[in-house]
């Protein structure tokens, strides 16, 4: 079986994700990894390292969606298997491809069962579905934190696409957060944040516990609504899914919505001030106390034993 997985990147780097999906695909076939954009050169030689890649196409050409969905219908005749990100890359790409193919895709993807045998997340994440799809292409979204990173050290080879693919849409600009944490969606640790933060200076406290730790920031809906945080810090149903080996919530209460998007956590610490929220009862370990006392005191222990990173 062939499969052909599009790599994930964000400036100049290959995006952490990509990585996990490919562990995930080679669980269907020999891969072959898309990159496309211009001076891309550095991503497709990390793609050339990724374990189970076969060979690495590259395509100059626009990052639009319609643009990727079309060079991926050019290419999707010579595989099996056209698999993304669920990201936001993959949520926008793929549904086009599907409907250029007229092929139903199969999203989201927890668990590869079999060759057409796919478990996938429903209802918030409250059930899960198994999914069998007999098409005879098909187009899969996965999502990475279901995956663990394929291992470096391969030598794939690199082809250069001749073909540049016309998209109807123009990039205007990219509007970038910088940010020197983790990657959110791939990060061992996650430091999560409630509308109990009460402003976006106060936010700056678990920023700073993140820091200490390693972990990349998150944050409820709440949180960011009331503009305590950005946009893509939110974790949950209409966020990020997140599968850190360790997630603080802090003035978090655990409303259904939020907790889909951390069920992939390994083990769950709350910090909250009732013993009753749902996160609460839910967690590994939890402190009940005050966030504003709390904190503070745990910066403090961990700059007393030199904790950094
Ligand atoms: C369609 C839809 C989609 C949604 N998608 C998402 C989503 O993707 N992600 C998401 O997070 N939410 C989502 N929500 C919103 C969700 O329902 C909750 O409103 C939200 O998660 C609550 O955020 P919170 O825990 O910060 O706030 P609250 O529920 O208000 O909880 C605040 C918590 O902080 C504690 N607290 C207060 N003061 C302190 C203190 N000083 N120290 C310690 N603890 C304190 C309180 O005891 C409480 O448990 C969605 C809602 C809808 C309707």
């Given amino acids: 079986m062939r499969v052909l997985v599009l790599a994930d990147h964000d400036a100049g780097l290959l995006a952490p994700a990509t990585a996990r999906i490919v562990q995930g695909a080679t669980a269907l076939g020999a891969i072959d990894l898309l990159v496309v954009g ?10 050339a390292a990724l374990a189970g890649v076969a060979k690495v196409l590259t395509g100059k050409g626009s990052l639009a969606a319609d643009g990727l969905a079309a060079r991926l219908a050019a290419l999707a005749g010579d595989y099996d298997y056209v698999v993304a990100s669920a990201g936001s890359v993959g949520k926008d790409v793929m549904p086009r491809l599907a409907a250029l193919l007229d092929v139903m895709p199969v999203t989201d993807i927890v668990t590869i069962l079999g060759p057409t045998r796919f478990e996938r997340p429903i209802y ?23 995956f663990r990173p394929a291992a470096t050290g391969n030598t794939a080879d690199i082809e250069a696409l001749d073909s540049d693919i016309a998209s109807l849409v123009t990039l205007l600009a990219n509007h970038r957060t910088l940010s020197d944490t983790p ?3 791939t990060a061992q640790i996650v430091v999560g944040g409630g509308v109990a933060l009460g402003s976006a200076e106060n936010f700056q406290l678990i920023e700073k516990l993140a820091k200490r730790l390693g972990a990349a920031v998150g944050a409820t809906r709440a949180a960011v609504d009331a ?4 946009n893509d810090w939110q974790i949950g149903q209409t966020g990020k899914i997140i599968a850190p080996d360790l997630y603080i919530a802090i003035g978090i209460s655990g409303a259904l919505q939020h907790l889909a998007g951390i069920q992939g956590a390994k083990k769950i610490v709350a910090i909250n001030t009732d013993a009753e929220a749902p996160l609460v009862k839910l967690a590994d370990v939890a402190l009940i106390g005050d966030l504003f006392e709390t904190i503070p005191q745990l910066i403090a222990e961990l700059d007393k034993r030199g904790v950094t990173h």
């Avoid at 918030?124 to 279901?146: E, K």
């Avoid at 503009?227 to 950005?230: D, K, T």
Wanted: avoid cysteine; charge should be negative.
């Fill in 227 to 230: 503009g305590y945080a950005p």
């Fill in 124 to 146: 918030a994440g409250n059930a899960v579905q198994t999914v069998t799809d007999n098409q005879p292409r098909h187009i899969l979204t996965l999502r990475a934190s279901a």
């Fill in 38 to 47: 211009d001076d891309i050169a550095a991503i497709a030689q990390s793609a």
């Fill in 183 to 185: 990657d959110l969606a």
